[in-house]
């Protein structure tokens, strides 16, 4: 199904404005693209992991009909939705853990925990953690993460939501990316 790029911000200013059939007649119209997301991020997630793509799909949806944002268009659509998958997953990653370190306790053969599973988890719940100082720090830098890494968005998709140049985009995207490494791996280098 091809839709004009502004059907999709058409969609989304009725629905801001109470239109509840706008919604119905938007999902189809953007479901390919979350879907394309979902499994962008489910590629990354732990390969014994509960959430499918659908699911993953459905659970952000219901999270973003729920919140009162002011929809700007579909590249803010799906910048939101890419954050709330995000979200949704490091929620997931954060039960896992807590499982994992006995609160659903479970007992294993030696061979399947070396597959480490919850290690993906824990790198999730650090990049979350990262995402939100860099957040702190510099927000801008924080949402052109979201946008490109998170949401697929290209650089000129990811400025015009932010309404900077791509040049800037290139060049946060860069520092973000850098600052975010070091954050991230900081404590990794060091031995217990």
Known sequence: MTTSPGEVTVLLHALRHGDRAAGD????????EL?????????????????????LINEAYMRMAN?????????????????AMRRILVDH????????RGGD???????????????????????????????KLNPRQAKIIELRYIGGLSFEEAAAVLDIS????????????LWLFKMVNRGKDETP
């Open 166 to 177: 791509p040049r800037t985009a290139k060049r946060d995207w860069a520092l973000a990316r």
């Open 67 to 83: 919140a009162s944002i002011d929809w700007e268009n579909r590249a803010h659509f799906i910048g939101v939705a890419a954050n």
């Open 25 to 32: 007649k938007l999902f189809p119209l953007v479901y390919s």
């Open 93 to 100: 990653a954060r039960a896992h853990m807590a499982a994992a």
């Open 35 to 55: 879907h394309r997301l979902a499994r962008a991020y489910m590629r990354r997630e732990r390969p014994d992991h509960t959430l499918q793509p659908t699911a």
């Open 105 to 135: 306790f479970q007992q294993v053969e030696w061979s399947e925990a070396l597959g480490l599973p919850a290690e993906r988890s824990r790198e999730l719940v650090a990049l979350d953690e990262a995402l939100h100082e860099l957040e």
